[in-house]
């Protein structure tokens, strides 16, 4: 029986690019925004995870609102024109609703001032680059 070689690897895997190469192919990575959202996404998220029971509708809302902030910037990235404008400004829309719910959560009590802050600035910050983007889109 022969020992198995490199070649015998199916091909979709032999071909799969590393992830260094699959990054410069996109072009929400180049985008401070994308960072950024991406870092309010995981610190966000994980404040929501912690809402006591009772607390599931907003914390669904909160994580939905910021991971459609994440999702939709990479979207309107790949835009061009008019679309990237709407794309972008519906991100920007929902990171305010995710900055809203973070409010809500401290209103009530229900988790940390500083943490819940921190992922405020970072989505405010958001909103300031996604506004420049959509003025260089055109509107």
Request: aromatic content about 2%; proline content about 4%.
């Amino acid at each position: 029986m022969r020992p198995k070689s490199e070649s015998s690897k199916p091909a979709a895997a032999a071909a799969a690019p590393a992830p260094a190469e699959t990054a410069a192919v996109f072009a929400h990575t180049s985008l401070d925004a994308h960072r950024i959202a991406l870092e309010a996404l995981t610190r966000g998220d994980a404040l929501a995870r912690r809402l006591p029971r009772g607390y599931g509708p907003l914390r669904d809302q909160l994580s939905r609102a910021l991971q459609s902030a994440y999702l939709q910037t990479g979207e309107g990235a790949a835009k061009s024109g008019g679309e990237r404008r709407v794309r972008l400004s519906s991100a920007r829309a929902e990171a305010g609703e995710a900055a809203a719910a973070l409010e809500a959560v401290v209103a009530l009590g229900l988790g940390s001032r500083s943490e819940a802050q921190a992922v405020i600035i970072l989505l405010s910050r958001l909103c300031a680059t996604l506004t420049g983007l959509c003025k260089k889109a055109g509107g």
